[in-house]
């Protein structure tokens, strides 16, 4: 089942790099050091492409990290940034000024780290949103989940099959002349017809459309 109308897709595509731009501004106050996301594309997948697009050597075995925000007010969802372990374990030594552990290690200060970002991200996506719309769109508490993939999306959405589209948009974080990417990917809760009453309902508004 697809909820994601190509209405829906086009804002969201107009919408991301703004949230992106916003993300990059918060996480840069917050390292002193410049931090530019770069989206490359919004679409709707199902989850093992996702699954396929984090270029996991075992699927079945390899960790992947992701942090975990719900949202309520516009429409009800739950957000998830995804990233595989090099990329995570990249993303913190560069935000951190911390030397990449090898192996990397999952400690305090990295699920603390891991999400203040999700949270930064997520938030801003959702700051964007709500002044389009104009209507308040609030995040809980991010956590962050890690495992293998399947059982980390089982564990997030226990009710959901493989076939189920999702949102997903992909960014390149860049410091310095560090490359990484992350993936994020929203999802309707309850499984609803709420994203395509927003994207009607944005149609008519000003500066939403093209």
């Known amino acids: 089942m697809n909820p994601w109308t190509p209405d829906t897709l086009r804002i969201w595509n107009k919408l991301t790099q703004p949230a992106l731009n916003r993300?990059?501004?918060?996480?840069?106050?917050?390292?002193?050091?410049?931090?530019?996301?770069?989206?490359?594309?919004t679409r709707t997948v199902a989850w093992p492409e996702l699954e396929n697009k984090i270029h996991l050597d075992h699927p079945d075995r390899d960790p992947v990290y992701a942090t975990h925000l719900g949202a309520f007010g516009l429409f009800?969802?739950?957000?998830?940034?995804?990233?595989?372990?090099?990329?995570?374990?990249?993303?913190?030594?560069?935000?951190?000024?911390e030397p990449?552990?090898?192996?990397?290690?999952?400690?305090?200060?990295?699920?603390?780290?891991?999400?203040?970002?999700?949270?930064?991200?997520?938030?801003?996506?959702?700051?964007?949103?709500?002044?389009?719309?104009?209507?308040?769109?609030?995040?809980?508490?991010?956590?962050?989940?890690?495992?293998?993939?399947?059982?980390?999306?089982?564990?997030?959405?226990?009710?959901?099959?493989?076939?189920?589209?999702?949102?997903?948009?992909?960014?390149?974080?860049?410091?310095?002349d560090s490359v990484m990417e992350g993936y994020l990917v929203v999802v309707p809760r309850p499984w609803s017809e709420a994203p395509q009453a927003v994207?009607?309902?944005g149609s008519r508004g000003e500066g939403i459309g093209g």
């Open 23 to 41: 993300a990059g501004e918060a996480l840069s106050n917050l390292t002193a050091q410049p931090v530019r996301l770069e989206g490359i594309g």
């Open 76 to 97: 009800p969802a739950d957000i998830l940034l995804v990233f595989s372990e090099a990329a995570a374990a990249g993303l913190l030594a560069v935000l951190t000024g």
């Open 100 to 176: 990449e552990k090898q192996p990397f290690e999952l400690d305090e200060m990295a699920v603390s780290a891991l999400a203040e970002v999700g949270n930064i991200i997520g938030t801003a996506f959702l700051n964007v949103f709500a002044d389009t719309f104009q209507q308040p769109w609030e995040p809980t508490p991010p956590r962050v989940t890690v495992g293998p993939f399947a059982r980390l999306v089982a564990e997030v959405f226990p009710h959901w099959k493989p076939q189920d589209q999702v949102l997903l948009s992909e960014a390149v974080f860049r410091v310095g």
């Open 199 to 201: 994207a009607k309902e």
